[in-house]
Protein backbone atom coordinates (compact mmCIF):
# COMPACT_ATOMS: atom_id res chain seq x y z
CA UNK A 1 0.00 0.00 0.00
CA UNK A 2 2.77 1.96 0.82
CA UNK A 3 4.61 1.36 -2.54
CA UNK A 4 1.49 2.39 -4.31
CA UNK A 5 0.95 6.24 -2.35
CA UNK A 6 4.83 6.84 -3.26
CA UNK A 7 3.69 6.15 -6.93
CA UNK A 8 0.62 7.79 -6.77
CA UNK A 9 2.19 10.81 -5.37
CA UNK A 10 4.77 10.42 -8.42
CA UNK A 11 1.94 10.23 -10.64
CA UNK A 12 0.62 13.51 -9.43
CA UNK A 13 3.39 15.75 -9.53
CA UNK A 14 4.44 14.44 -12.72
CA UNK A 15 0.95 15.48 -14.03
CA UNK A 16 1.26 19.00 -12.33
CA UNK A 17 4.62 18.94 -14.30
CA UNK A 18 3.14 18.68 -17.58
CA UNK A 19 0.13 20.75 -16.87
CA UNK A 20 2.72 23.39 -16.10
CA UNK A 21 4.71 23.17 -19.11
CA UNK A 22 1.31 23.85 -21.45
CA UNK A 23 0.37 26.69 -19.32
CA UNK A 24 3.88 28.13 -20.35
CA UNK A 25 3.68 27.17 -23.61
CA UNK A 26 7.09 25.13 -23.74
CA UNK A 27 9.02 23.10 -26.54
CA UNK A 28 6.86 20.07 -28.49
CA UNK A 29 9.86 18.08 -27.67
CA UNK A 30 9.91 18.81 -24.43
CA UNK A 31 6.23 18.53 -23.20
CA UNK A 32 6.26 15.43 -25.37
CA UNK A 33 9.11 13.66 -22.98
CA UNK A 34 7.46 14.57 -19.84
CA UNK A 35 4.42 13.13 -21.18
CA UNK A 36 6.06 10.03 -22.08
CA UNK A 37 7.31 9.78 -18.48
CA UNK A 38 3.83 10.70 -17.05
CA UNK A 39 2.67 7.55 -19.09
CA UNK A 40 5.57 5.38 -17.91
CA UNK A 41 5.05 5.65 -14.35
CA UNK A 42 0.60 4.96 -14.74
CA UNK A 43 1.65 1.94 -16.11
CA UNK A 44 3.61 1.10 -13.50
CA UNK A 45 1.04 2.02 -11.16
CA UNK A 46 -1.64 -0.37 -12.95
CA UNK A 47 -5.43 -0.20 -12.24
CA UNK A 48 -6.39 0.18 -8.94
CA UNK A 49 -8.31 -3.09 -8.06
CA UNK A 50 -10.13 -1.16 -5.09
CA UNK A 51 -11.95 0.74 -7.29
CA UNK A 52 -14.59 -1.44 -8.83
CA UNK A 53 -16.59 -0.47 -11.80
CA UNK A 54 -20.67 -0.87 -11.74
CA UNK A 55 -22.81 -1.75 -13.68
CA UNK A 56 -26.10 0.65 -13.22
CA UNK A 57 -29.28 -1.62 -13.89
CA UNK A 58 -31.61 -3.62 -12.16
CA UNK A 59 -31.54 -7.08 -11.60
CA UNK A 60 -33.02 -8.83 -14.71
CA UNK A 61 -36.72 -9.09 -14.31
CA UNK A 62 -37.11 -6.10 -11.88
CA UNK A 63 -37.53 -2.56 -11.99
CA UNK A 64 -37.15 0.87 -10.32
CA UNK A 65 -40.54 3.05 -9.94
CA UNK A 66 -40.00 6.52 -10.47
CA UNK A 67 -42.39 9.16 -7.98
CA UNK A 68 -45.12 8.71 -11.17
CA UNK A 69 -45.17 5.83 -11.37
CA UNK A 70 -45.21 4.96 -7.23
CA UNK A 71 -48.35 7.25 -7.28
CA UNK A 72 -50.50 5.11 -9.95
CA UNK A 73 -48.70 2.11 -7.72
CA UNK A 74 -50.23 3.43 -4.58
CA UNK A 75 -53.77 4.05 -6.12
CA UNK A 76 -54.32 0.69 -7.68
CA UNK A 77 -53.40 -0.91 -3.75
CA UNK A 78 -55.18 1.61 -2.48
CA UNK A 79 -58.33 0.23 -4.38
CA UNK A 80 -57.75 -2.95 -3.88
CA UNK A 81 -57.39 -2.71 -0.30
CA UNK A 82 -60.43 -0.84 0.49
CA UNK A 83 -62.36 -3.57 -1.36
CA UNK A 84 -60.66 -6.39 0.79
CA UNK A 85 -61.56 -4.21 3.72
CA UNK A 86 -65.21 -3.93 2.70
CA UNK A 87 -65.94 -7.26 2.20
CA UNK A 88 -64.51 -7.84 6.20
CA UNK A 89 -61.11 -9.26 5.27
CA UNK A 90 -57.90 -9.01 7.55
CA UNK A 91 -54.46 -8.49 6.91
CA UNK A 92 -51.28 -10.67 8.09
CA UNK A 93 -47.92 -10.82 6.53
CA UNK A 94 -45.31 -13.74 6.43
CA UNK A 95 -41.23 -13.83 5.92
CA UNK A 96 -40.19 -13.12 2.36
CA UNK A 97 -38.39 -16.54 2.51
CA UNK A 98 -39.40 -20.15 3.66
CA UNK A 99 -37.85 -23.17 4.42
CA UNK A 100 -37.06 -24.93 1.45
CA UNK A 101 -39.05 -28.34 2.45
CA UNK A 102 -42.40 -25.76 3.24
CA UNK A 103 -42.11 -24.94 -0.71
CA UNK A 104 -41.15 -27.75 -2.59
CA UNK A 105 -43.66 -30.48 -4.07
CA UNK A 106 -46.64 -27.58 -4.16
CA UNK A 107 -46.19 -26.25 -7.78
CA UNK A 108 -45.86 -29.58 -9.73
CA UNK A 109 -43.78 -28.55 -12.98
CA UNK A 110 -43.07 -24.43 -11.65
CA UNK A 111 -41.13 -25.59 -8.80
CA UNK A 112 -38.39 -25.47 -11.21
CA UNK A 113 -39.42 -21.59 -10.97
CA UNK A 114 -38.26 -21.24 -7.07
CA UNK A 115 -35.75 -19.06 -6.52
CA UNK A 116 -32.84 -21.21 -3.90
CA UNK A 117 -30.62 -19.81 -1.38
CA UNK A 118 -27.23 -20.14 0.02
CA UNK A 119 -27.29 -22.21 3.53
CA UNK A 120 -27.17 -19.12 5.99
CA UNK A 121 -27.20 -20.36 9.92
CA UNK A 122 -27.69 -24.48 8.48
CA UNK A 123 -31.16 -23.91 6.98
CA UNK A 124 -32.22 -24.39 3.32
CA UNK A 125 -33.94 -21.73 2.63
CA UNK A 126 -35.84 -20.55 -0.57
CA UNK A 127 -37.68 -17.28 -1.78
CA UNK A 128 -41.57 -17.24 -1.70
CA UNK A 129 -43.21 -18.39 -5.11
CA UNK A 130 -46.63 -17.08 -3.85
CA UNK A 131 -48.48 -16.00 -1.05
CA UNK A 132 -50.77 -18.98 -0.84
CA UNK A 133 -48.02 -21.88 0.55
CA UNK A 134 -46.42 -19.61 3.60
CA UNK A 135 -50.37 -18.74 4.39
CA UNK A 136 -51.38 -22.59 4.49
CA UNK A 137 -48.20 -22.79 6.24
CA UNK A 138 -49.28 -20.03 8.54
CA UNK A 139 -52.15 -21.56 9.27
CA UNK A 140 -51.17 -25.10 10.51
CA UNK A 141 -48.77 -23.38 12.84
CA UNK A 142 -51.28 -20.99 14.52
CA UNK A 143 -54.06 -23.73 14.47
CA UNK A 144 -56.20 -21.61 12.62
CA UNK A 145 -59.45 -23.07 10.98
CA UNK A 146 -61.38 -19.35 10.10
CA UNK A 147 -59.87 -16.23 8.41
CA UNK A 148 -60.61 -14.03 5.92
CA UNK A 149 -57.12 -12.18 5.68
CA UNK A 150 -55.52 -10.24 2.61
CA UNK A 151 -51.72 -9.88 1.99
CA UNK A 152 -49.45 -7.72 -0.05
CA UNK A 153 -46.13 -8.28 -0.31
CA UNK A 154 -43.84 -9.95 -3.40
CA UNK A 155 -43.47 -13.03 -4.64
CA UNK A 156 -40.20 -14.39 -6.64
CA UNK A 157 -39.74 -16.46 -9.80
CA UNK A 158 -37.46 -17.28 -12.18
CA UNK A 159 -39.11 -16.53 -15.36
CA UNK A 160 -39.51 -13.77 -18.00
CA UNK A 161 -43.06 -12.30 -17.90
CA UNK A 162 -43.77 -9.84 -20.51
CA UNK A 163 -46.53 -7.21 -20.87
CA UNK A 164 -48.93 -6.86 -23.77
CA UNK A 165 -49.39 -3.72 -25.00
CA UNK A 166 -52.57 -2.53 -26.33
CA UNK A 167 -56.10 -0.81 -25.37
CA UNK A 168 -58.25 -2.33 -22.90
CA UNK A 169 -61.81 -2.12 -21.64
CA UNK A 170 -63.05 -4.45 -19.47
CA UNK A 171 -62.47 -7.99 -17.93
CA UNK A 172 -64.09 -11.06 -17.48
CA UNK A 173 -63.77 -14.16 -15.02
CA UNK A 174 -63.12 -17.87 -16.94
CA UNK A 175 -64.15 -20.87 -14.06
CA UNK A 176 -63.75 -24.18 -13.85
CA UNK A 177 -62.87 -26.99 -11.12
CA UNK A 178 -59.96 -29.60 -10.73
CA UNK A 179 -62.38 -32.19 -10.22
CA UNK A 180 -63.88 -31.72 -13.57
CA UNK A 181 -60.65 -31.82 -15.47
CA UNK A 182 -59.42 -34.85 -13.41
CA UNK A 183 -62.51 -36.64 -14.03
CA UNK A 184 -62.60 -35.70 -17.67
CA UNK A 185 -59.05 -36.68 -18.01
CA UNK A 186 -59.87 -40.11 -16.50
CA UNK A 187 -62.98 -41.32 -19.08
CA UNK A 188 -60.36 -40.02 -22.00
CA UNK A 189 -58.23 -42.24 -20.99
CA UNK A 190 -55.38 -40.19 -19.42
CA UNK A 191 -53.26 -42.14 -16.90
CA UNK A 192 -53.27 -41.29 -12.79
CA UNK A 193 -49.42 -40.51 -13.52
CA UNK A 194 -50.29 -38.46 -16.74
CA UNK A 195 -52.90 -35.90 -14.64
CA UNK A 196 -50.82 -32.83 -13.96
CA UNK A 197 -48.38 -32.64 -16.64
CA UNK A 198 -51.19 -32.74 -19.10
CA UNK A 199 -53.11 -30.62 -16.89
CA UNK A 200 -49.92 -28.01 -17.94
CA UNK A 201 -50.59 -28.87 -21.47
CA UNK A 202 -54.27 -27.80 -21.39
CA UNK A 203 -53.57 -24.21 -19.36
CA UNK A 204 -51.59 -22.99 -22.61
CA UNK A 205 -54.89 -22.80 -24.62
CA UNK A 206 -54.79 -19.02 -23.48
CA UNK A 207 -51.99 -18.56 -25.37
CA UNK A 208 -51.52 -21.26 -28.34
CA UNK A 209 -53.91 -23.02 -30.62
CA UNK A 210 -54.99 -26.26 -29.96
CA UNK A 211 -53.09 -27.89 -32.57
CA UNK A 212 -49.70 -27.14 -30.12
CA UNK A 213 -51.16 -28.21 -27.38
CA UNK A 214 -52.29 -31.31 -28.80
CA UNK A 215 -48.65 -31.92 -30.58
CA UNK A 216 -47.28 -31.20 -27.15
CA UNK A 217 -49.26 -33.78 -25.51
CA UNK A 218 -48.60 -36.05 -27.96
CA UNK A 219 -45.07 -35.87 -28.80
CA UNK A 220 -43.79 -34.35 -25.57
CA UNK A 221 -45.86 -36.20 -22.91
CA UNK A 222 -46.01 -39.62 -24.97
CA UNK A 223 -50.21 -39.57 -24.95
CA UNK A 224 -52.07 -41.28 -27.51
CA UNK A 225 -53.40 -39.08 -30.16
CA UNK A 226 -57.04 -40.61 -29.95
CA UNK A 227 -56.93 -39.45 -26.45
CA UNK A 228 -55.55 -35.89 -27.07
CA UNK A 229 -58.49 -35.86 -29.37
CA UNK A 230 -60.98 -36.79 -26.55
CA UNK A 231 -59.74 -34.46 -24.30
CA UNK A 232 -60.14 -31.37 -27.16
CA UNK A 233 -63.67 -32.25 -27.66
CA UNK A 234 -64.04 -31.22 -24.30
CA UNK A 235 -61.21 -28.29 -23.55
CA UNK A 236 -62.36 -26.33 -26.35
CA UNK A 237 -65.56 -25.46 -25.11
CA UNK A 238 -67.05 -22.76 -22.52
CA UNK A 239 -69.82 -20.94 -22.10
CA UNK A 240 -72.39 -20.56 -18.79
CA UNK A 241 -74.83 -22.35 -16.70
CA UNK A 242 -76.47 -24.27 -19.94
CA UNK A 243 -73.32 -25.33 -20.63
CA UNK A 244 -72.99 -27.11 -16.66
CA UNK A 245 -75.94 -28.53 -17.56
CA UNK A 246 -75.35 -30.13 -20.53
CA UNK A 247 -72.31 -31.66 -19.25
CA UNK A 248 -73.98 -33.05 -16.40
CA UNK A 249 -76.36 -34.44 -19.25
CA UNK A 250 -73.04 -36.39 -20.56
CA UNK A 251 -73.31 -39.79 -20.28
CA UNK A 252 -69.39 -40.74 -19.82
CA UNK A 253 -68.66 -37.30 -17.39
CA UNK A 254 -71.75 -38.10 -15.52
CA UNK A 255 -70.84 -41.19 -14.51
CA UNK A 256 -67.22 -40.04 -13.04
CA UNK A 257 -67.89 -39.23 -9.44
CA UNK A 258 -65.32 -36.36 -9.14
CA UNK A 259 -66.69 -34.80 -12.38
CA UNK A 260 -70.48 -35.09 -11.11
CA UNK A 261 -69.15 -33.26 -7.67
CA UNK A 262 -67.73 -30.23 -9.46
CA UNK A 263 -70.57 -30.35 -11.83
CA UNK A 264 -72.67 -29.87 -8.67
CA UNK A 265 -70.66 -26.81 -7.22
CA UNK A 266 -70.51 -24.94 -10.01
CA UNK A 267 -74.14 -25.04 -10.97
CA UNK A 268 -74.52 -23.53 -7.27
CA UNK A 269 -71.86 -21.38 -8.10
CA UNK A 270 -73.78 -19.53 -10.57
CA UNK A 271 -76.92 -19.66 -8.78
CA UNK A 272 -75.33 -17.25 -6.48
CA UNK A 273 -73.63 -15.20 -9.57
CA UNK A 274 -76.82 -15.04 -10.45
CA UNK A 275 -78.09 -13.47 -6.82
CA UNK A 276 -75.41 -11.03 -7.43
CA UNK A 277 -76.20 -10.43 -10.51
CA UNK A 278 -73.04 -10.91 -12.55
CA UNK A 279 -73.49 -14.28 -14.08
CA UNK A 280 -72.91 -12.70 -17.71
CA UNK A 281 -69.49 -11.56 -16.50
CA UNK A 282 -68.07 -15.24 -15.79
CA UNK A 283 -67.28 -17.72 -18.33
CA UNK A 284 -67.50 -21.51 -17.48
CA UNK A 285 -64.00 -22.86 -19.44
CA UNK A 286 -63.18 -26.41 -19.73
CA UNK A 287 -59.89 -25.58 -20.74
CA UNK A 288 -59.06 -23.26 -17.76
CA UNK A 289 -56.38 -25.63 -15.82
CA UNK A 290 -54.51 -23.40 -13.66
CA UNK A 291 -51.33 -25.73 -12.95
CA UNK A 292 -50.73 -25.28 -9.27
CA UNK A 293 -50.76 -28.59 -7.88
CA UNK A 294 -52.53 -27.53 -4.46
CA UNK A 295 -55.97 -26.96 -6.15
CA UNK A 296 -58.54 -29.14 -4.48
CA UNK A 297 -61.64 -27.36 -6.99
CA UNK A 298 -62.93 -24.48 -8.09
CA UNK A 299 -60.22 -22.64 -10.29
CA UNK A 300 -60.70 -19.35 -11.86
CA UNK A 301 -58.76 -16.05 -13.72
CA UNK A 302 -60.06 -13.00 -14.46
CA UNK A 303 -58.67 -11.95 -17.81
CA UNK A 304 -58.43 -8.65 -19.40
CA UNK A 305 -59.94 -7.67 -22.70
CA UNK A 306 -58.71 -5.84 -25.52
CA UNK A 307 -60.97 -3.04 -27.52
CA UNK A 308 -61.45 -4.83 -30.82
CA UNK A 309 -59.91 -2.93 -33.73
CA UNK A 310 -62.92 -3.01 -35.90
CA UNK A 311 -66.76 -2.78 -35.34
CA UNK A 312 -67.97 -6.31 -34.70
CA UNK A 313 -64.99 -8.49 -33.92
CA UNK A 314 -64.48 -10.36 -30.52
CA UNK A 315 -62.94 -8.63 -27.92
CA UNK A 316 -58.98 -10.03 -27.24
CA UNK A 317 -57.62 -11.59 -23.84
CA UNK A 318 -54.55 -10.03 -23.48
CA UNK A 319 -53.89 -11.68 -20.29
CA UNK A 320 -54.89 -12.98 -16.71
CA UNK A 321 -54.96 -10.08 -14.04
CA UNK A 322 -56.02 -12.12 -11.49
CA UNK A 323 -56.72 -15.84 -10.82
CA UNK A 324 -56.89 -18.57 -7.66
CA UNK A 325 -59.33 -21.46 -6.72
CA UNK A 326 -59.70 -23.91 -3.75
CA UNK A 327 -57.54 -25.77 -2.28
CA UNK A 328 -58.37 -27.80 0.78
CA UNK A 329 -55.79 -30.05 1.11
CA UNK A 330 -52.90 -27.55 1.39
CA UNK A 331 -52.55 -26.98 5.27
CA UNK A 332 -53.04 -30.77 6.20
CA UNK A 333 -49.57 -31.03 4.77
CA UNK A 334 -48.42 -28.78 7.57
CA UNK A 335 -50.23 -30.05 9.95
CA UNK A 336 -49.28 -32.61 12.27
CA UNK A 337 -52.54 -34.53 12.26
CA UNK A 338 -53.43 -34.11 8.59
CA UNK A 339 -56.42 -31.98 9.46
CA UNK A 340 -58.35 -30.90 6.34
CA UNK A 341 -59.26 -27.24 6.33
CA UNK A 342 -61.32 -25.69 3.41
CA UNK A 343 -59.38 -22.67 1.67
CA UNK A 344 -59.91 -20.82 -0.97
CA UNK A 345 -58.12 -17.71 -2.30
CA UNK A 346 -57.42 -15.14 -5.15
CA UNK A 347 -53.96 -13.31 -5.99
CA UNK A 348 -54.03 -10.45 -8.08
CA UNK A 349 -51.78 -9.61 -10.89
CA UNK A 350 -50.85 -6.22 -9.03
CA UNK A 351 -48.02 -5.48 -11.79
CA UNK A 352 -49.69 -6.60 -14.44
CA UNK A 353 -53.10 -3.99 -13.50
CA UNK A 354 -50.41 -1.43 -13.13
CA UNK A 355 -48.54 -1.75 -16.34
CA UNK A 356 -51.89 -1.23 -17.76
CA UNK A 357 -53.09 1.80 -16.16
CA UNK A 358 -49.42 3.43 -16.81
CA UNK A 359 -50.06 2.45 -20.42
CA UNK A 360 -53.26 3.80 -20.33
CA UNK A 361 -52.43 7.17 -18.95
CA UNK A 362 -49.55 7.68 -21.18
CA UNK A 363 -52.05 7.58 -24.35
CA UNK A 364 -54.01 9.64 -22.06
CA UNK A 365 -51.28 12.12 -21.64
CA UNK A 366 -52.85 12.53 -17.79
CA UNK A 367 -50.71 14.14 -15.26
CA UNK A 368 -50.12 12.24 -12.40
CA UNK A 369 -49.69 13.83 -8.95
CA UNK A 370 -46.62 12.14 -6.91
CA UNK A 371 -47.25 14.43 -3.84
CA UNK A 372 -50.16 14.62 -1.56
CA UNK A 373 -49.03 18.46 -0.86
CA UNK A 374 -52.32 20.43 0.43
CA UNK A 375 -50.84 23.78 0.31
CA UNK A 376 -47.38 25.30 -0.03
CA UNK A 377 -46.13 27.98 2.51
CA UNK A 378 -44.23 30.73 0.15
CA UNK A 379 -43.26 34.33 0.91
CA UNK A 380 -44.14 37.46 -1.36
CA UNK A 381 -40.58 39.18 -0.04
CA UNK A 382 -37.02 38.10 1.28
CA UNK A 383 -35.48 37.49 4.73
CA UNK A 384 -39.13 35.62 5.74
CA UNK A 385 -37.30 32.16 5.88
CA UNK A 386 -38.58 31.92 9.69
CA UNK A 387 -41.90 33.02 9.55
CA UNK A 388 -42.76 30.42 6.54
CA UNK A 389 -40.90 27.88 8.70
CA UNK A 390 -42.92 28.81 11.77
CA UNK A 391 -46.15 28.40 9.24
CA UNK A 392 -45.82 25.29 8.13
CA UNK A 393 -44.91 23.86 11.14
CA UNK A 394 -48.14 25.20 12.54
CA UNK A 395 -50.37 23.45 9.16
CA UNK A 396 -47.89 20.14 10.25
CA UNK A 397 -49.43 20.31 13.81
CA UNK A 398 -52.76 20.19 12.63
CA UNK A 399 -52.51 17.54 10.22
CA UNK A 400 -52.16 19.53 7.03
CA UNK A 401 -50.31 18.15 4.48
CA UNK A 402 -47.84 21.27 3.85
CA UNK A 403 -44.39 21.94 2.72
CA UNK A 404 -42.14 25.12 1.66
CA UNK A 405 -39.52 25.87 -1.05
CA UNK A 406 -35.55 25.19 0.57
CA UNK A 407 -34.15 28.07 -0.65
CA UNK A 408 -33.67 30.98 2.02
CA UNK A 409 -35.87 33.57 -0.59
CA UNK A 410 -36.88 32.38 -3.35
CA UNK A 411 -39.10 34.26 -5.80
CA UNK A 412 -42.38 34.55 -5.88
CA UNK A 413 -43.07 33.34 -9.26
CA UNK A 414 -40.75 30.26 -8.74
CA UNK A 415 -42.94 28.96 -5.94
CA UNK A 416 -46.24 29.82 -7.99
CA UNK A 417 -44.60 27.39 -10.63
CA UNK A 418 -43.78 24.81 -8.54
CA UNK A 419 -47.39 24.70 -7.20
CA UNK A 420 -49.12 24.18 -10.66
CA UNK A 421 -45.93 21.78 -11.67
CA UNK A 422 -46.87 19.41 -8.35
CA UNK A 423 -50.57 19.72 -8.83
CA UNK A 424 -50.65 21.37 -5.21
CA UNK A 425 -54.01 23.20 -5.09
CA UNK A 426 -53.17 26.21 -2.23
CA UNK A 427 -50.48 28.52 -1.36
CA UNK A 428 -50.33 30.42 1.65
CA UNK A 429 -48.63 33.46 0.93
CA UNK A 430 -46.79 35.17 4.18
CA UNK A 431 -45.85 39.16 3.23
CA UNK A 432 -44.77 41.68 5.55
CA UNK A 433 -48.53 43.52 5.48
CA UNK A 434 -49.87 39.91 5.90
CA UNK A 435 -47.76 40.12 9.38
CA UNK A 436 -48.33 43.70 10.48
CA UNK A 437 -52.42 42.50 9.89
CA UNK A 438 -52.43 39.12 11.11
CA UNK A 439 -53.54 37.52 8.24
CA UNK A 440 -52.14 34.94 5.68
CA UNK A 441 -53.11 35.71 2.08
CA UNK A 442 -54.83 32.00 0.71
CA UNK A 443 -54.03 31.66 -2.95
CA UNK A 444 -56.12 29.29 -5.08
CA UNK A 445 -53.57 27.81 -7.44
CA UNK A 446 -56.45 26.99 -10.60
CA UNK A 447 -58.43 30.35 -9.83
CA UNK A 448 -55.75 32.53 -9.22
CA UNK A 449 -58.26 34.14 -6.37
CA UNK A 450 -56.29 35.06 -3.09
CA UNK A 451 -58.31 36.20 0.05
CA UNK A 452 -57.25 37.33 3.24
CA UNK A 453 -57.36 34.70 6.01
CA UNK A 454 -56.94 35.56 9.79
CA UNK A 455 -54.34 33.55 11.06
CA UNK A 456 -56.13 31.85 13.69
CA UNK A 457 -58.63 30.53 10.83
CA UNK A 458 -56.08 29.38 8.27
CA UNK A 459 -56.40 25.94 9.16
CA UNK A 460 -59.83 25.48 9.23
CA UNK A 461 -60.00 27.30 5.91
CA UNK A 462 -57.48 25.13 4.15
CA UNK A 463 -59.27 21.87 5.88
CA UNK A 464 -62.91 23.48 4.37
CA UNK A 465 -61.66 23.56 0.86
CA UNK A 466 -59.60 20.31 0.64
CA UNK A 467 -62.94 18.40 1.93
CA UNK A 468 -60.86 17.21 5.06
CA UNK A 469 -62.21 16.95 8.29
CA UNK A 470 -62.16 19.27 10.25
CA UNK A 471 -61.60 17.76 13.65
CA UNK A 472 -58.18 14.94 14.24
CA UNK A 473 -59.57 12.90 16.48
Known amino acids: MAERAALEELVKLQGERVRGLKQQKASAELIEEEVAKLLKLKAQLGPDESKQKFVLKTPKGTRDYSPRQMAVREKVFDIIIRCFKRHGAEVIDTPVFELKETLMGKYGEDSKLIYDLKDQGGELLSLRYDLTVPFARYLAMNKLTNIKRYH ?60 EVKNEMVGEK ?30 KLSQNKQALEGLGDLKLLFEYLTLFGIDDKISFDLSLARGLDYYTGVIYEAVLLQTPAQAGEEPLGVGSVAAGGRYDGLVGMFDPKGRKVPCVGLSIGVERIFSIVEQRLEALEEKIRTTETQVLVASAQKKLLEERLKLVSELWDAGIKAELLYKKNPKLLNQLQYCEEAGIPLVAIIGEQELKDGVIKLRSVTSREEVDVRREDLVEEIKRRTGQPLCIC
Not at 167 to 196: H, P, T, W
Not at 230 to 241: A, K, L, S, T
Not at 242 to 248: A, G, I, K, P, R
Request: proline share 3%; net charge neutral.
Open 152 to 211: IAKVYRRDNPAMTRGRYREFYQCVNDRRILDGMFAICGVSDSKFRTICSSVDKLDKVSWE
Open 222 to 251: GLAPEVADRIGDYVQQHGGVSLVEQLLQDP
